[in-house]
């Protein structure tokens, strides 16, 4: 995605009632004027900047994974500097946090 200008990190949580939710979205994106997609930027935005969204989704058992088929929108970062992440889309996205055997498949999906 964006020639490896981005990068997008899930933080989930466990609670006393073993159950697992997503709780944190953390964005990064590189701004490189060589790059095709920041051709216009100013030269002094050229950086690397991090986004952080506060999250409450997808909650489950531990022994359920997450399948999103449907678009799911995360819209509410926080911006860093110039630069400002509108939102993420979330799409045909299954996840399984806290696996503790080797991962062979995915346990039954919550929509």
């Given at each position: 995605?964006?020639?490896?200008?981005?990068?997008?990190?899930?933080?989930?949580?466990?609670?006393?009632?073993?159950q697992?939710?997503?709780?944190?979205?953390?964005g990064?994106?590189?701004v490189?004027?060589?790059?095709?997609?920041?051709?216009?930027?100013?030269?002094?935005?050229?950086?690397?900047?991090?986004?952080?969204?506060?999250?409450?989704?997808?909650?489950?058992?531990?022994?359920?994974?997450?399948?999103?088929?449907?678009?799911?929108?995360?819209?509410?970062?926080?911006?860093?500097?110039?630069?400002?992440?509108?939102?993420?889309?979330?799409?045909?996205?299954?996840?399984?946090?806290?696996?503790?055997?080797?991962?062979?498949?995915?346990?039954?999906?919550?929509?």
């Amino acid at each position: 995605m964006f020639d490896n200008l981005t990068s997008i990190t899930f933080e989930f949580s466990l609670d006393e009632k073993n159950q697992t939710s997503l709780k944190k979205v953390y964005g990064s994106i590189g701004v490189n004027k060589s790059s095709n997609y920041f051709t216009n930027a100013s030269t002094n935005l050229e950086n690397s900047y991090a986004f952080v969204a506060n999250e409450s989704l997808f909650a489950t058992d531990r022994s359920h994974s997450y399948r999103c088929n449907s678009r799911t929108k995360i819209d509410n970062f926080k911006n860093d500097k110039n630069v400002t992440i509108k939102s993420i889309d979330l799409e045909n996205l299954r996840v399984q946090p806290f696996i503790d055997q080797p991962f062979t498949d995915y346990a039954a999906g919550m929509f």
